[in-house]
């Protein structure tokens, strides 16, 4: 299945160019993944595809072999809800590659019933916020040899207004949608703060929802009532097609106008205002102590650390 000239046309004239850029999208079997690895490979970009289940990542593959007008794209296996799996995949990447021009954090799941990771952590929180945190970590060296390398985490329009540090893993009450809303503040505020820590460093971080996108995100939805309203409204207008609602993500991975817009939520090409917890300074700062504790990162050691002090240095 080709892009379409006219998805093309909108791509040519939305996005910069990506002619043998190194581009890593995670969760790329399927849906927005799969869609925004399509529509950049269509651009000439070299994508490396994170994917979890052998199987359906080779058929991603293929699919997006068939559209790429670059070098044919790269399949790596790993479950990001596992740490392990996470820092083997990046000594892949690294192993292979001296730079990574843009990272795409869009893997992402929402679980009705609260289940613990392999490390012990809350899967919704693990997979959705502690994954990227942890990924972004390991392949900032890569990001940062780029010309002009770009981190872009997808999160969602309706993240939480709050959050509470002492219940982020929904120990005291968990829903499917109150983690996942958690997870993705969670997103915004570690797109804020990787912003401000390695500002001047010539990396561009930025946070992007694709708005409602027809997709089978999270096992198809919540169930009971708010499954069958959701499902209702999935045949509605407000939800686009994947193809659609990833050209939001392939604008924010490309465009050159948003390099001056560090930390910036992003959603159908339109920045949005942060609200409630999202322009809480300090929780952001809590919020990536925890993590980096939960990630098993030494934060005076870390590369983040590393990249900031090389900032402040040259500036």
């Not at 005291?172 to 109150?178: A, D, E, I, L, V």
């Not at 817009?261 to 300090?282: I, P, Q």
Request: overall charge positive; aromatic content about 4%; proline content about 4%.
């Amino acid at each position: 299945m080709s892009v379409s000239s006219s998805a093309q046309d909108r791509q040519a004239s939305s996005a910069g160019s990506v002619r043998n850029k190194v581009v890593v999208v995670t969760g790329a079997s399927g849906g927005l993944g799969l869609e925004t690895a399509k529509q950049l490979a269509s651009r000439g970009a070299e994508v490396v595809m994170i994917c979890r289940n052998r199987a359906r990542g080779e058929e991603a593959r293929s699919q997006v072999a068939h559209v790429a007008t670059g070098r044919p794209p790269v399949l790596m296996l790993a479950d990001l809800s596992v740490q392990a799996d996470v820092r083997s995949v990046t000594d892949e990447v690294r192993g292979r590659y001296d730079r990574v021009d843009i990272l795409i954090n869009n893997a992402g799941s929402a679980f009705n019933q609260r289940e613990q990771s392999a490390d012990g952590i809350e899967l919704t929180w693990a997979t959705n916020h502690i994954a990227p945190f942890l990924l972004t970590e390991l392949l900032l060296p890569l990001v940062v040899a780029a010309p002009a390398g770009r981190v872009v985490t997808v999160a969602s329009e309706i993240y939480s207004k709050k959050l509470d540090p002492e219940n982020l893993q929904g120990e005291r009450k968990y829903s499917y949608f109150g983690a996942y809303r958690a997870s993705k503040l969670g997103n915004v505020l570690f797109t804020r703060e990787l912003a401000r820590r390695i500002k001047d460093s010539g990396v561009t971080a930025v946070a992007v929802s694709p708005g409602p996108a027809r997709t089978n995100f999270g096992g198809g939805g919540p169930r009971g009532v708010m499954g069958v309203v959701t499902n209702v409204m999935k045949h509605t207008p407000i939800f686009r097609p994947a193809d659609e609602a990833a050209e939001g993500i392939v604008w924010a991975a490309t465009t050159p106008e948003l390099n001056a817009g560090n930390g910036g939520l992003y959603m159908r090409r339109k920045h949005l205002k942060l609200k409630g917890a999202a322009v809480d300074e300090s929780l952001a700062g809590v919020i990536w102590t925890i993590s980096e504790r939960q990630a098993g990162i030494d934060s005076e050691r870390s590369s983040v650390a590393a990249v900031s002090k090389g900032s402040r240095n040259h500036g």
